[in-house]
């Protein structure tokens, strides 16, 4: 906005701006704000001076985005903690040279990580701006300076760097890169420094993995790869489950199907119904306002009381007319594969095997001939059950994977 600037504008001035994308729901109390229907908004953070040029004074600004406001009490940018974790782990991997662009980018897909806006794939020019976003490490950029911020980071730097050595093709790697050449490499991180595990091929035929010892010697062991496999199994071996628990949590999700599709429709019916009243008023009110029998100006009103109900019926309207995505689609894949999980890691050659791992584990570290897991969203509900054989929680879950 430039005209008239000079009446608007004081000199030397800083301001600071937040921006964020239109929520078009617009019955959303903002109850759940930053996050309306599940769907984290985007904001954008700038600020902007008057610096001096030689023609005088020059407006200037920088921006940049993060994934949720600041958080009132603890003044700091919070990172969205649904895609957080996500963003993280695809970071991970690609940080191993494990990956091209191509295949992180589906490989981010299958995690669950979307768009941010859209629950759609990112496309590869987006995973790789996402890669080169230094606020993830608590980092930023000012004016050309660096700048330590006071949020919490999401990545360490070590790991930043690692990934943009990737992307400039300075590691050994996959794609552009050197072939892979050790299934687990970049899968596990040592549990006593938290540095990533390497692996390096003894006598010119045993693979033995071991902490990279990036922040200093930590007194971790060494592991074959074999034995790591046999490792690595007993960790799929909690997900298993039997044919008849499996048939059991589908029939539970299919009827939950049934129920949350009647809901939709029940409550579609009553949003028509609304509809149809609160045009019954404009049109009566009409009438009433050409015959004479109101006012200009009380029609006028509840003209705009009417219209803006009938927007925000509208607004509801289109989102239940969107069926609802059938849990039990999803819910069966999973149940397939846990079904089958043992057999399937005993069968498969080290990088399927690896590729099994990363779907069911968000976390995995080692420590002298033991593995600690974290089981990632819902096998650790299939572990859960197992463990105490309550199924309900599963049956509740509808077994959406993360960002689903």
Known sequence: MTVNEALWRQPATVEFYVDFETVSDLDDDFACFPAPGGQPLIFMIG??????????????????????????????????????????????????????????????????????????????????????RLIYTGDFIWLGQRYKGSHEPLITHDTFNRVQDVLAGRTTGRGRHQKCQHAFMGLLKCARCGCFMTAEKKKGKYVYYRCTGFKGACGNAYIREEALAALLGQVITPIQITHEIAEGIATSIRSSDVTAEQARCDALAAIEQRRRVVTSKLDRGYEDFVSDRISEEFWTRKRQEWEAELATVDGERARLQQPRPLASTTAAKILELAEEAEFLYKSQNPAEQRRLLETVLSNCTFDRGSLSVTYASPFDLLVRGNETGDWRALQDSNLRPPGS
Not at 57 to 72: D, Q, S
Not at 97 to 122: F, N, Q
Request: overall charge positive; glycine content about 6%; hydrophobic content about 35%.
């Open 47 to 132: 600020c902007g001076q008057l610096v001096a040029g030689s023609d005088g004074p020059v407006w200037t600004h920088r921006t940049f985005t993060v994934e949720a406001l600041n958080n009132h009490t603890t003044h700091r940018i919070e990172m969205d903690p649904m895609r957080g974790p996500l963003v993280a782990r695809v970071f991970d991997l690609y940080a191993s040279g494990e990956h091209s662009l191509k295949s992180i980018t589906r490989r981010a897909y299958e995690l669950g990580l979307r768009h941010p806006r859209a629950d759609r794939k990112m496309t590869k020019s987006e995973i790789h701006r996402m890669f080169q």
